[in-house]
């Protein structure tokens, strides 16, 4: 059964970092991009990134170029975020979910999703 376990949310003040996990299980990462939404109160869910399934092709949203990492580590079936320079705009739900092979930027085109995990950037 494929499975995915986020963790790593928190409070955080604005220009703090957090990093959040990805652990999938029931699937290989190698046959699976993987990409993380965000969904703050009253708000739509929006992409935030993007990994393929090779690992080579990774993708951004405008607001979060440069300040955000995604990264995966194939042997641990986890995938990373990196979060610099957090800003209280940042404040949202955050959601992994997984695809297969290519990433795309609408949140319909994944099948399995993670349970999500807070985080909040205030001081």
């Known amino acids: 059964q494929l499975q995915l376990v986020e963790s790593g949310g928190g409070l955080v003040p604005p220009g703090g970092s957090l990093r959040l996990s990805c652990v999938a299980s029931?699937?290989?990462?190698?046959?699976?991009?993987i990409a993380w939404f965000r969904q703050a109160p009253g708000k739509e869910r929006e992409g935030v990134s993007c990994?393929?399934?090779?690992?080579?092709?990774?993708y951004y949203a405008d607001s979060v170029k440069g300040r955000f990492t995604i990264s995966r580590d194939t042997s641990k079936k986890t995938v990373y975020l990196q979060m610099n320079s957090l800003k209280p705009d940042d404040t949202a739900v955050y959601y992994c979910?997984?695809?297969?092979?290519?990433?795309?930027?609408?949140?319909?085109?994944?099948?399995?999703w993670g349970q999500g995990t807070q985080v909040t950037v205030s001081s």
């Open positions: 990994i393929s399934y090779s690992g080579y092709s990774t």
């Open positions: 029931g699937f290989t990462l190698n046959t699976y991009a």
């Open positions: 979910a997984a695809r297969a092979y290519l990433c795309s930027p609408h949140q319909d085109n994944y099948g399995y």
